[in-house]
């Protein structure tokens, strides 16, 4: 098999990172935009020793599942990849690719549960984070996504992924900074203003806050005055701010955040509670499936133990905590980000959690802490950012933790690595929950409850 190759396949299934997957005579073939069941004609980009990479020249059978895509600049802005495959089949290989990867990583084949399906397909998104550039001849304010695998900016004029409102917000913004000649960012230079519109919104639309990422220590004029018209036309907008970020890096948002005008947080009401969340702090794109984990998480501590006390680590505004006061004596949430930390603390107020404690600080030396004063819990929560939990963090995690652990991940990889790291530990996956939390993209938020088995008994090595 060599580049340039080309041969008549038919695709098998979809795999972890966007791609499909089929052979020929037995020899695995990675292909862009192929969909379960496609017979096609493609072509041979790249050749490894276990694997190739194709595009598609031509299908010759299209896939039952195929559909066309909602948006049009679908195959070239490197976003949400996986519009053209009808949404049930979706979640079917959503699944298939936990249950695989899983199985890859750990070696053991555990039963995974049907994908919870996100409420909404599309216009689902609650903060978008748009890089912008600016055209040289006539300065015109570009603003969308990358193309994938690049960094070529590709204007989005509409984004499906969120609604309509917020679609007309970005548009007066790329309109009123070249009126008021505010410049657009420039990677290669280093130059330019306006680095990133960032939007956070609540899931109704009442609240939203602007956050423009700046290449500049100091508040121009300009933004200024842009940040006041946007309050003024916009009433739903309660705040706009700067994030001062003038590294030459690809990370979107530095900690630091000045308030412009208005205010630096907004409101998200979910059921009968209520969530402050600051421009720096995480909380849930998807707030709608987000509700549906929380309640699958809150069902099954209730199924397992009565009114235990929690650890919930990486806790974010104290999304899990204020959402499980109800069912629990004592929750202790772990935060390392200051805003976060602060917006849980008034959330527990709010909400009227008073059985919360926050603790600001890096999770891996809390844990430490926490053993050292011989603190000791019913059920562990754990929702890490992509990168998963430390391996010391996993051999802390397991001596605070009496029987339960929940890990939430929206990285299927980290999480099974993990996984086999907690087996090792006498901790095993008992229920396997997919969540469509990213619909039309290869993402997958997966909740897996770990009870301790005393079925075997293992050494715990130490790493300290």
């Known amino acids: 098999m060599n580049i340039k ?27 862009k935009s192929g969909c379960p069941g496609d017979v096609a004609e493609i072509e041979i980009t790249k050749v490894n020793k276990n694997f190739a990479e194709a595009v598609i020249v031509e299908i010759k059978e299209a896939s039952i599942y ?31 690719i936990v249950k695989e990867t899983i199985k890859n990583i750990t070696g053991h084949d555990y039963e995974v549960k049907e994908v919870i399906p996100s409420p909404l397909q599309y216009e689902y998104r609650c903060k978008i984070q748009l890089p912008v550039s600016q055209t040289k001849v006539s300065n015109r304010i570009l603003a969308g996504y990358y193309k994938e695998n690049s960094h070529e900016l590709i204007n989005i004029k509409y984004c499906h992924m969120y609604d309509a409102y917020i679609n007309k917000i970005v548009d007066y913004i790329k309109i009123s900074a070249k009126e008021l000649n505010i410049s657009g960012y ?9 680095r990133h519109i960032v939007i956070r919104k609540s899931s109704d639309n009442s609240e939203i806050i602007v956050i423009f ?16 018209n946007l309050i003024s036309k916009f009433s739903e907008i309660k705040g706009v701010c700067a994030n001062i ?15 412009i005008c208005g205010r630096d947080y907004y409101f998200e009401n979910m059921d009968e509670f209520k969530y402050k969340v600051s421009a720096n702090s995480f909380f849930q794109v998807n707030p709608m499936c987000a509700r549906l984990i929380f309640n699958k998480v809150k069902e099954l501590i209730k199924e397992k133990v009565h009114n235990p006390s929690i650890l919930d680590a990486y806790s974010g505004v104290s999304s899990f905590g204020v959402w499980l006061n109800s069912v629990s004596s004592k929750i202790t949430c772990i935060e390392e980000v200051i805003s976060a930390s602060n917006d849980a603390k008034d959330n527990i107020q709010i909400n009227n959690a008073d059985n919360i404690e926050i603790i600001n600080g890096d999770a891996e030396k809390i844990f430490q802490k926490l053993i050292e004063n011989k603190m000791l819990f ?4 754990v929702d890490p950012p992509r990168k998963g939990c430390s391996e010391k963090s996993i051999y802390n995690l397991v001596k605070l933790t009496k029987k339960y652990i929940v890990y939430v991940s929206c990285n299927i990889s980290t ?20 969540a469509d ?19 075997k008994r293992s050494t715990m090595t130490s790493f300290l």
């Not at 038919?10 to 292909?31: C, D, Q, V, W």
């Not at 019913?378 to 929560?381: G, L, M, N, T």
């Not at 939390?437 to 079925?455: A, D, G, R, W």
């Open 415 to 434: 999480l099974a690595r993990d996984m086999k790291l907690l087996e090792n530990y006498d901790y095993f996956p008992v229920y396997i929950q997919p």
């Open 378 to 381: 019913d059920v562990s929560i």
């Open 186 to 194: 420039d990677e290669k230079s280093n130059k330019g203003l306006l």
């Open 437 to 455: 939390m990213f619909p039309n993209t290869y993402h997958i938020e997966t909740i897996v409850l770990f009870e301790k088995s005393n079925k």
């Open 213 to 228: 990422v700046i290449n500049s220590k100091k508040i121009d004029k300009n933004l200024d005055i842009l940040s006041k």
């Open 5 to 31: 190759n080309r041969y008549t396949v038919k695709i098998e299934k979809m795999i972890y990172g966007g791609n499909s997957l089929a052979r020929n005579e037995g020899f695995p073939i990675f292909i």
């Open 66 to 96: 195929r559909i066309k895509p909602k948006c049009a600049l679908h195959n070239v802005c490197g976003s949400c990849n996986w519009q053209y495959i009808e949404y049930k089949e979706q979640l079917n290989q959503k699944q298939n």
């Open 245 to 259: 970020n003038t590294n030459k890096t690809n990370v979107i948002m530095s900690n630091k955040t000045i308030t």
